[in-house]
């Protein structure tokens, strides 16, 4: 693989500075070799112009976060980075390579879950140029790169979980969503670590079920919500009502048999399991008459 390698380029000012005055020398002397006849003088003074005009073309600048990638006949001869005007070989071919922060918006990919549902994903990636040599040499368009292993790394994401899970062990697109969001960042960074780009940053943008089971699953997930929600309710009645046992035994309230002992659980958890506020019935004798 080709790294990046920093040259440092001749400062541009007092270069251009001094190819004038060497262009102005030779205009003025082009001008009395004329006025003398001298053939000489005329050749060596337009030799001179030419050279020195043609030296300028080894002038360029570096803007801020930018890179100037050179080459010369094809080899690799190195990155300028300091920003200003610079001067280099002007045989030097310059490649300019930005290396701002840049953010990528993959469109909406239709792909299904870990569970075979069809769901609509898209993300956003925040990401910059850290190895130009790399960016410009091992890959033949690193903005294109970008995109096709974005999209292709958010294909494998999805596959990977569910779309939605109801506990909270289970690791889910809508339910995890930084874990998810990490998951994608080192995936991207895995394949774009070869043409020398870093992943600042990488989130889900747009995640939805598709359209033609939107209301199916929507409906299914109602139901699933429903029954977590009551295993839930049943969870922490039964909780309250060995606490309530406990607690009677305990401070000696009152002396209950087995079968007021299941009418109290049967009460209890109609009361803290249903759904609707009950009310209540007050019996005036005993739970056998």
């Known amino acids: ?19 004038l005055a060497v262009d102005a020398g030779g205009i003025y002397w082009l001008i009395t ?28 600048v570096v803007n801020p976060n930018e890179a100037k990638v050179l080459q010369l006949f094809g080899a690799y001869a190195g990155t300028v980075k300091n920003p200003g005007l610079r001067w280099a070989n002007p045989f030097y071919t ?13 469109a909406k990919l239709k792909v299904n879950d870990n569970e075979g549902n069809p769901i609509e994903i898209a993300s956003v990636v925040v990401w910059r140029v850290v190895d130009t040599a790399e960016a410009v040499f091992e890959v033949d368009d690193y903005n294109n790169y970008v995109k096709v292993q974005t999209e292709s790394a958010l294909r494998n994401l999805a596959t990977s979980y569910t779309y939605d899970a109801h506990d909270d062990t ?18 991207i960074q895995d394949r774009l670590s070869r043409a020398g780009v870093e992943v600042m940053e990488a989130r889900i943008s747009h995640l939805a079920y598709a359209p033609e089971i939107a209301q199916a699953m929507l409906q299914r997930q109602q ?23 406990e607690l009677l035994s305990k401070r000696d309230i009152v002396t209950l ?7 109290m659980v049967s009460n209890l ?21």
Request: glycine letters at 8%; hydrophobic letters at 45%; proline letters at 2%.
């Open 1 to 19: 693989m080709i790294r990046e390698r920093q040259v440092a380029a001749t400062p541009g000012l007092p270069v251009l500075l001094l190819l």
């Open 33 to 60: 070799a004329v006025q003398s006849g001298s053939g000489m003088e005329i050749l060596l003074s337009i030799g001179t112009i030419l050279v020195a005009t043609f030296l300028m073309a080894g002038l360029f």
């Open 94 to 106: 310059k490649k300019r390579v930005s290396q701002r922060v840049r953010n990528f918006e993959s």
């Open 170 to 187: 289970t690791i889910s697109l809508r339910g995890t969503t930084q874990v998810v969001a990490d998951h994608l960042k080192k995936e």
């Open 223 to 245: 139901a699933g919500a429903i029954i977590a929600a009551r295993q839930r309710i049943v969870e922490g009645a039964v909780g309250m009502v060995e606490m309530a046992l």
């Open 257 to 263: 048999d087995n079968e007021r002992k299941a009418a």
């Open 269 to 289: 958890l109609v009361v803290l399991c249903g759904d609707r506020s009950t009310q209540p019935i007050i019996n005036t004798g005993t739970i056998y008459q």
